[in-house]
């Protein structure tokens, strides 16, 4: 089956930083673009982060020059970075791969994993 797990959430205090990690199944064999989405309580899902073929990135506006999104091909993994945090960065953090496709598939899909907290206090 295919799975996107996320890790490297937790708590840190305004202007810490950490790094999130999503690791995909290598069943996948090709994905148009990977993401990073987050959610806070009472708000819409946003997209923060996204890295496509080429390594060509975007992010939102709000976290342009202290977020990076980065890829391991090697280790079929996808990278968040995130320096200078704010306690508006709080939120559930969804890494998110864009039409995927396994061994076999014509039809690419979409997958979400479960999410990571991520938590900066004031």
């Known amino acids: 089956q295919v799975q996107l797990v996320e890790s490297g959430g937790g708590l840190v205090h305004d202007g810490g930083s950490l790094r999130l990690s999503c690791a995909h199944s290598?069943?996948?064999?090709?994905?148009?673009?990977m993401g990073w989405y987050r959610q806070a309580p009472g708000k819409q899902r946003e997209l923060v982060a996204a890295?496509?073929?080429?390594?060509?990135?975007n992010y939102a506006d709000s976290v342009k020059g202290r977020f990076t999104i980065s890829r391991d091909n090697a280790k079929n993994t996808v990278y968040l970075q995130m320096n200078s945090l704010k306690p508006e960065d709080t939120a559930v953090y969804y890494c998110?791969?864009?039409?995927?496709?396994?061994?076999?598939?014509?039809?690419?899909?979409?997958?979400w994993g479960q999410g990571t907290q991520v938590t900066v206090s004031s």
């Open positions: 890295i496509a073929s080429g390594d060509n990135t």
């Open positions: 998110n791969a864009e039409c995927a496709r396994t061994r076999g598939q014509i039809q690419c899909q979409t997958y």
């Open positions: 290598g069943s996948i064999v090709s994905i148009n673009a």
